[in-house]
C-alpha cells in the first residue's frame, strides 16, 4: 500500500472520531500554527524489516477523556490500514497530543 493511500485512511478515520479536533503540525515552531489539515505534516513515517511504524500528532477537544479517544483512534487506524492491506502489513500506530483546546 502506498503512502498516499495510508494518508488517505488516516484522514478518513480521525475526523469521525469524536474528541479530536485535527492534526498537528510536529514541524511547526511556537510561531507558526500548530493546527494543520495536511496530513503530511502530521504524520512520521518508519519502515522496519515487515513493521509501519506511524507516529501521529493530533489536537484533541477538552471535555474528552483522553484515554479513550485515545484508544479508539488508535484501535480505528490499526484496523483501518490492515484491512486495506488485506492484513498482510503489521502496523504499529504511536500517537501524540500536541494540544488541548476549548470549544
Same mark, same amino acid.
Given at each position: ?10 484522514? $478518513?478515520?480521525? /475526523? #469521525? ?6 492534526? !498537528?503540525? /510536529?514541524? !511547526?515552531?511556537?510561531?507558526?500554527? #500548530? %493546527? ?5 505534516? %502530521? ?5 522496519? $524489516?515487515? *513493521? ?5 500528532h493530533?489536537? #484533541?477537544? *477538552? ?6 479517544? #485515545?484508544?479508539?483512534?488508535? /484501535? ?6 490492515e484491512? !486495506? %492491506?488485506? /492484513?498482510?502489513?503489521s ?10 483546546? *476549548?470549544?
Open positions: 500500500m502506498d503512502d498516499e493511500k495510508i494518508l488517505t485512511i488516516i484522514k $478518513n478515520t480521525v /475526523y #469521525l472520531i469524536p474528541g479530536v479536533k485535527g492534526f !498537528a503540525d /510536529y514541524k !511547526a515552531t511556537p510561531k507558526d500554527e #500548530l %493546527s494543520t489539515k495536511d496530513v503530511v505534516r %502530521s504524520v512520521e513515517f518508519n519502515v522496519k $524489516n515487515d *513493521n509501519n511504524h506511524l507516529m501521529i493530533l489536537i #484533541l477537544l *477538552n471535555g474528552f477523556n483522553m484515554k479513550n479517544v #485515545l484508544r479508539e483512534v488508535q /484501535y480505528r487506524i490499526k484496523f483501518e490500514l484491512k !486495506a %492491506s488485506e /492484513y498482510t502489513r502496523y504499529i500506530v504511536d500517537l501524540v497530543v500536541d494540544d488541548i483546546i *476549548n470549544e
